[in-house]
Structures are given as C-alpha cells and as structure tokens.
C-alpha cells in the first residue's frame, strides 16, 4: 500500500505542470500519461455542440504569457507557473501603464506569497494572477503585456475507462481534469481513480465499472448529454476530489441521502474506525452537482479528504505537490476498495425455505464452517441471513441489523446459496 | 407597530363592557363594534336549526339581576360587572333565605377577592358568581333574588370578513366572541384577528382569507354546518386566542400534526428567536376543536400566549384590560402576519432543466442580484431551488434543508422563474 | 397471588424428575401432569412424518445408564440425574478404559460441581454428563458403560389447550416440554402457561387462546406443518421460557418488531412501572425463531425473566427448583394476565358523528360517570376517543397519544359504544 501510495504521488508530480484547462491539449496531455497506466477511451466533442443547456465552448489553447518591466524583465511568466494566467485569457499583446493593469491582476491579500487560480470560461476576459508581495514590489509605471494565446473552434476532451463486470448495472467513478497545476485539486483524485481502475481490472467484478476523466461541469454535462443510455445504466457512483490532502475523509451524500453507495460508504468508514465525516448533499462542489441534478438524481456521493474550499490552500498556488501525501492517496484508495467490495456483494436473496427454519445439521451448515467460535458466529449468521431474507433487506441491511461484520454474513449467504436455501 | 398595539388595546377595552354570551345582544354589539374597522357579513342563524350534532339554542338576553338584602342594597349587582350573573340564567324573581340561595352562588375559594366566570347553555339553571370574601361577608337572613333576563326562540349571531386573493382555497382564522367581560379570553383574540384582516386587505394576497367572529362551539359548529363548499376550500387555518397576555407565545398544532400551518408557524417562531412553546394537538381548547374533528380535520392550529386555562387570571374577574398589555398583542400580530407571509408564498416549483445545472451566467442570473456576500448566497438559493424542485419540496422545505432564510429561497424561487427555469 | 405462585412452583417440583426430550415417555408423563390442570388434546406424529424442511426423528426413551467402576460402583448414574446423559444417546453396553471413555464424558470446566446439560438429537451418539470434579477423581482403569436406551420409530408428541374466545382470530401461548431436569428452562414458563391457561377460561375472552405444549424447535415445527389453518388465524402469541428466575423481565420483540403483541407488551411493563428489558428480535432463542420465521413471520415475542443463556445456571443441574421462585413465577404470569387484559380490549373504532364534537351533554355523558375529577378524566377521554376514532387508531394509540391510562380510554370507548356514537 505504501508502494502504490508512492506510485500514485509519482503520478500527480508528473501531471502538475501540464497546463489543463476545460479544453485543449493539456487535457490531451494528461489523458495521454494516464493511458500509460489504463487503456483509455478518448472523446473529442467540437466546439458548438449543444450539451443539455450547454454549449461546447470554444478550445482554448496558450503557448506563452507574461508582464514584463520595460527592462524586458517578466515580473509575472506563464513558463514559471501556469497559474499565472487567468484561465481562458483572450490573446492580449500591449503595452500598459500598472494602474491600467491593476484591474485584470488578481491577487490573494490574506496570503501574499501564493498566486490564486482564476478562470474567465464564460465572459471573454485576459488576466494574471499573481503573488501579492509580487504586486505589491512592482514600481509604477510602464509594462508589457502578452498573452500568447488560442481560442478557437476544436474541441472539449475527455475519456473513459470501462472494468466490464458480470451485469450491465454500472458504478461510475468521476474526477475532474480540467484544473492546472493544482496537486489535491484534483491530481490526487486522478491518481486514486487511476490506481482503483487498475486494481478493479484484476478482478471480475459483479457491477460494470465506468471511470470518466473529464473536465469540471461542462465536460460532466457532455457525457451525460452523449450518453443516455448508460445513464440509464448507472446505479451507484462516486466521483473523487481533494483525495490526497493530509485531513480526515469527508463523504458528501447523494441526493438522494440514503441511496446505497451512501449506506455502504457509512458502513465502510463507521465500520473501519477511521476518523470521517459525512456530510449531507448540497448542490454545490464537484460533478456530484451534475449527476444529482434532479432530472438524473443519480445515487452519485462525493469523497473528498479535506473537502471542496475547506483549506486555505485551495486553488491557490499553496496547492502543489507538497501538499499531498503518498500515505493519503493510500488511504483514499483504500476505502474506495472496501466500499465497492461491499457495494459490489450487496444483493438481496430470498429465503427458499421461509416456513420454519430449514435444517442445517443435515446439510452440513455447522461443521463445513472451521473453528469453534467461528463456527457459531457463522451460524448466526446463516440464521440472520434466513431471517432477514424476505428480498426487503439486503446484506448490508442484514450485517448492520445483525451487528455482525459484512464478510461472515455475505459468507453465509455464500454458504446457504451454495445448499440452495436462498437465491439472488 | 407600539401605535397598532395601543389601538388593539383600545378596542380591547371598548368591547370590554358589552355582555357578550352565545346568542343574544351583545354579541351583535360586539360585531358592529368591529364592523367599524372592517366590513363584516352579520348572519342570524334561527334558535332550532340543525347543525351537525347541535340545535341553534334559544337567545338569550338579559337587563337585570341582583341580589338585595332586605334593606333593598344589592350585594350581587349585574350592572357592576356581567360576570355576576351565570350565564344563560334563567328568570328568577324570588325572596329566599341565605341557605336557599348559597346552592346557586358560585365563587372561588382559592382567590377570594375574584368573581368567577360560569355559564349554563343547556341545562336550564339560575345563579350568581360573586367573590368568596363577599359571600362571606353576607348575614343570614333573606335576600331578595332577581334575574330579569328572556330565553326565547331568536338568532344565533356570527360575522365574516373575507379578503379576496388570487386563488379560491382559503385560510380560515377564527376567534371566539362569546365571552362576556373576559379581557385575554377572547378581546385580545377579537383584536388581533381585526387588525390582521385590515393589514392583509392591504394587499393582493395569493389565498382567500376568511375571518370568522362567532361564539365558541355552537359558532364555529353552525359556521361549518352551513358552508360545506367553503370548508373544501379551507386549506389552512388559525384559531386567536388568550392573544394579550404577557406570556410566551404558544402555538397548539393541528390535529394533523405536521400540516403546512404547523411547519409555518415552527419556521417563524425558531427563526425569529422569539421564545415559544409548541405543543401537540389535544382533543380540548377552543374552536381547532371542531375544524380538527375528524371528518373534517383542517390544517388549522392555535395560536396563544399563555394557553388556554393556563394562567389564575383564566375565566374569573382578573381577567380584565389590565392583564393584557399591548405589546403582546403587537407580537401576536406581528407573528401571524409573519407566518401568513410565508405560508403565502409557500409554494412547488418544477425545475424546467433538470438535466444537469442550467447554464445560469449565459441568463445573467449571478449580476443580477446585487452585492458581493448577497450574490453568493442569492447563488447558492438558486441552486438549492433548481436541486430541489421536482415537485416534491415547497420553498419552505428548500429553506429548512439549506439553512437559509425563506425570504432568500423565495427571491431565487422568483428570479428563476422569471428566467422560465422553473414554474409553480 | 402468592398462592398461586407457590402452586406453580408445586408444578415445577412435580415435573422436575421426569426425563423429557424432544420425543418420548418423559413428554407424555408431563402432559398427563398439566392435564391435571387442564384439559388437552394430545397429538402423536409418527416417525417420519415431512414437517416443513423437517422429518420427525425416532422417539428415544431410556431406561438406565450408568458408568461404573470395576468393583461396580456407579460413577456416573442416570437415577441420580437424568441430566447424566447425553440427550438421545444410542444404546452402548462395554467395557473401556478412562482415555477411551473420556471423549464421550461432558463436563463444565468454569463450574467444576455442575452437571451440563447436552444432546445429539440429529447425529447418533452416546455420552454421558458430569461434574469436573466427579470425573477429576476418576483414577485411570477400566470402566463398565452402559446406556439401556432406545431409538426406534414412534411418535412426536405434543398437547394443546383452546380457550374458545368470541371471535376465532387467535392468541398462540406457547412452552417448550422438552427439557429433563431444567426448572428455570421450561418448567417454570410451563407452569405459568398452566396457570394463566386456567384464568383465562374463568372469562369469554375476545380472542381464541390457543395453548401449545410441545417440544422445542421440532415440535413447533410439527405445529405449524400439521395446521396451516390455524396458523391464518393466528393474530398475537408469546412464547414462554426461562420464566421463573430472580431476574427482571426481559420481553424479546418478534420479527415484526411493531406488532401489536409487543407494543401492548412495552405499554403494560411501562404503565406497571416494572423494571424489565425491551430486545430486538433475534433468530435465536426459542419457538419465536419458528413462529416469525419468514414464511410466516407471525407477531409472537417471547416472555422470560433472565433471557435465553444469560445466566450460568442456564442449560445445567444449578437450574433446578430452588433457582426458580414463586414471587418470579407470580409476577410473570400477572404480566400475561395484564398483557392479554388490554390486548383482548384493544379495538378501533370509528366515531359515527365525525363532523364537529357530538354534543355529549344531552346523551348524559357527562354525569353518568361518577365523581368530580374521574368525570373530568372520562370526559377527556371520550374526546380522545372522539377525535382519534377514524379507523386509523386502536384504542391503544389514544391511551398513548393522550397520556390516559388504558383502561380509561376502553371506559371511555364502551360509554360512547353505548350511545350509539362510536362502532367497532
């Protein structure tokens, strides 16, 4: 685990300088150095398609930005940190006094030595973003300012990876790209979903699992707007962000707040001991907004360690590789494994044999099971699992109502269904 | 709202004086008294007319009673105070010793220097109410014995007042007129409820508000027997009583429990902070008893300060202008007009774009709204609205699930439905 | 009371000797006993008889057993205690060293002077039971064992006892008859089914009470495959176990966990103010297992004082007549008493004058119903009848919802059942 955890930091050290944006080939970089871990599939959606209540805006690309002094000094430079640019900027090539500069600065005056990230998608805008204590050294005067940028019809990326299981059902895992060099927000939630589609890929799971590495709500409602069929398909899903900062794990219900990805999560963590909290939705965040929107009102919860703007790092230049932890993105998988291993056994089975107990000395139901206490906890079990198993309640239902661990009472019904006393 | 509070008070002590009972002169004194403030509809119901389980009782009216002693002085004295007399007294003229008359002498033991209030509807029956220390002050002796009031077959009185809204279901408030010199019980009710009609006819509001005058029971029995299409209309609905006195306030919950008056009035009062008691519906009080019998179990609760005999002053002589003040008054107003005011707006809205987030920036919807901190927050309303509107959730549901204040849900409820995101 | 707890006790002293088992003499000589108390019908079921996943065993009876030194003294000899055997030994007649004797000697380690209680009913062995120290002091040598049993087809046999009631909806009381020389487990909850069988004949209860003498878990089985009829009727029923001990009362809840049977449990051991414990059902335990398997998931909880293995004496020789007392036994079967009193009386009713309050006055529900304070709780209660009788509340709800006792509420019913205003 400490390896993998290793790994998965290697991977957000990799991806922070790219230039990502809602479009462009930072993106097509990005999915390019996660297809190395995972076969992709890769969209390109052109500029002006009609998504839901969306448009696909145009793709916007930059090669160089910078303020330079009249000394030709860059004061502010792209090449040193991509944050530096407002995201989206319109090309600008000019040369201006500092006050008439002043409004297209963006600056954080709590914390004067970070850069914060900005975006313009949507209202055309040229901008940078600088430290304050950069600002505030810059002398009066005249500047030249450049930014070297595209924006132009191509098109909105983004890409999937599909674990095929045993029924067309699906789990979604979604994680936003479109960020720049920000490491929690959200390079450690594509490494974490990286690394758990890869570890899913061993086995043959029960659900069909859908990874989807797109940007931030234009390129969630893309593929919802793509994809309607597998929407239909999708019962449960999780999308991962801020997964890899030093805090305790945070679970943002669904809309639904009490659909089963919701239940199973609280069981996982409550059942693991780990320090968490579990949040209620609200209709704001990440891609959780998207596919809770009413209309879809997927069963789609959100896991987050440190949770969205709950740190003073966020979107900030303070949010860099550092501030990510091997054994956090570790930990981060961790739970999304315990929780699809639950999700992915939770089946409701029906009890063939309802009228009285069925007898399971004559079956072999005591002794094929080891161990002596084992023995009698797996008895329990089994009488739990005949109890409960009327098809209201399902094994999850049966574990919590039991207070017995899910593995022995989905080791039970493993046992009964293999004596033919129960099916799914 | 002091001034409103001094006027209440007035009116208070104006209708102080008259006799009221169920039937008869002084209840129609009364109505013309708030016929002065607003337009009423006076109807006389015929003593022997069926309703429901009842029969419109004889009327009763009264000129004179007293008791003398022989030296022709009256220590009892209708003219002093009507309480005197019990109510629905049958006519008596008569010279009995003190032992005779004491079966027909009521007081009250724990507060000798109160007259008590004590009535006999339906069991034909004379008497007097007097202080324990007067009644103990009485020699032996005769006295002479005089009630010069008729039962005679006449009308049932009660009063209307409807303000038109832009819907035909209504809101009923009603209030108890049936008591005689009874300050808290019921001319503060009486108050409250006049001046709450006149601020409403102030506006359009979006319910039909019906104002109900009549005497406690057989009132509110008649008004239901004799507008069964008025009582399908009838949505929600507020009984005024023991509305002045300097107590907390106290609202009783309709028999439903959780009907949409009682989620109003519990938003109000715990958003307000003001100090309150809410209690459960019980099958005794005032007129919530007949609108929440159960064949017609209205959503309509009551409203009090100190609940009804809940307080020593309750149906005795101290009851009188002194015991409330007009700054609870001002409250009691001041709540129902705050709690009318939500429950008017209260409504379900469907989002029109349910699929995904609509674009909000492209409808100017973030601009448009004002300053900084009021923006986001008007942001996050907007967002709650679209989440939650699928028909299910009212605004005051949005409210409570977002923490924001009705007021703020209730904008963004409104901006978006300009913008044609949602419709009612 | 007391005398009557100390009959059942005489009952407990009576049965104690007799080896019971799940088939047998043991079982017709019990029968024979409570038959002295009641009258039954005894059922016999051959050997081999289907019931449900079952198949009815051999029946096994046993004349002698011992084990025995070489100069012939008995060791370990079933006369002494019929616990001494291993429940449904095969017959054995050899001679054999202490080391081939031992894995068939059972004995309690925690508490070396007790004698365990254990069985085979469904895999063919012998063995015999012990005290630690008795076989402690066994020097190594030969031994004489011998088990003068047999196992051979026959019968099941099991008893019933009908208190016919005025409707035939049913109450199931049942006890398991299985056990040798246990008082605590079931002897003590036998004779408070004895008993509260007698009472209840003394009445014409509302419900059909059916009481079930049979053998632990292939005897309810047998019950419930041989009357499927009667099992429809089956509305409430208790099982009775381990009745007897000091302990407080412990009611398990059925499956249902709201059945009526259990909230009329948890009002009477409210309202009587007796500590007791309230326990989610389980699937272990005793007859409750069968009766709210599933398939039938029938409202029966379970009545004991210490529950189900929750004391050390339970399953050994310390669970004998001194361990059980007839305060506990007196006080068990007043709870039943009290519980079958308002769960016979508990009915819904619907008010007939639903629109408005009936004028109560004029029926003379006012007066009929004794003194000052009781009138004014009667009236009360016949509000609450009122207000609440809409086909949706048993007269147990209303005593809940108003805080009035029961037995007031079913007054109050049956006055206004009287007048023509309320119908079953």
């Not at 109502?401 to 033919?420: E, M, N, P, V, Y």
Request: include cysteine; proline fraction near 5%.
């Amino acid at each position: 685990m400490t390896a993998t955890g290793e790994e998965m930091h290697a991977l957000v050290e990799r991806l922070y300088p790219l230039c990502r944006s809602i479009t462009g080939d930072g993106v097509r970089a990005t999915l390019a150095i996660i297809g190395e871990h995972l076969p992709l599939q890769v969209h390109e959606v052109p500029t002006g398609t009609q998504v839901l209540d969306w448009t696909v805006p145009q793709e916007w690309n930059i090669r160089d930005a910078y303020v330079a002094d009249t000394a030709g000094n860059r004061v502010v430079d792209f090449a040193a940190s991509n944050l530096h640019v407002l995201g989206y900027s319109v090309p600008v090539s000019a040369t201006m006094s500092l006050s008439e500069l002043r409004p297209h600065l963006h600056t954080l005056a709590d914390h004067p030595a970070w850069v914060p990230y900005r975006t313009s998608y949507y209202t055309p805008e040229w901008g940078f973003c600088l430290a304050q204590k950069t600002l505030d050294a810059l002398p009066d005067g005249e500047y030249e300012v450049r930014v070297d940028s595209t924006l132009a019809d191509g098109h909105l990326t983004y890409a999937e990876h599909v674990v095929p299981g045993q029924v067309a059902d699906e789990v979604i895992v979604s994680c936003h790209v479109c960020h720049p060099s920000l490491a929690n927000d959200n390079l450690a939630g594509i490494a974490v979903a990286t690394f758990l589609a890869g570890s899913l890929a061993e086995q043959t799971p029960y659900y069909t699992y859908r990874f989807l590495f797109a940007p931030g709500t234009i390129g969630a409602i893309t593929w919802l707007a793509r994809n309607a069929e597998a929407v239909r398909r999708v019962k449960h899903g999780l999308v991962l962000a801020c997964a890899g900062d030093r805090g305790q794990l945070t679970y943002k219900q669904s809309r639904q707040g009490d659909a089963e990805i919701d239940r199973v999560m609280r069981h996982v963590l409550l059942a693991s001991e780990r320090p968490h909290r579990m949040t209620e939705f609200t209709p704001y965040g990440y891609d959780e907004r998207q596919f809770c929107s009413p209309g879809f009102n997927l069963g789609v919860g959100s896991l987050s360690r440190t949770p969205y703007a709950g740190y003073p790092e966020y979107h900030t230049s303070a949010d860099n590789p550092d501030f990510v932890c091997p054994a956090a993105m570790a930990d981060t998988l961790a739970v999304c494994q315990e929780v699809f291993a639950v999700l992915d056994r939770n089946r409701r089975y029906v009890n063939l044999r309802p009228h009285g107990e069925p007898q399971l000395g004559r079956r072999g139901l005591y002794d094929s099971l080891g161990g002596r206490s084992d023995a009698k906890q797996a008895e329990m079990a089994m009488l739990w699992v005949l109890s409960l198993s009327d098809g209201d309640h399902s094994l999850l239902d049966i574990a919590e109502r039991s207070g017995l661990s899910f593995d022995t009472i989905a080791a039970a019904a493993g046992a009964l269904h293999g004596s033919g006393l129960v099916q799914a």
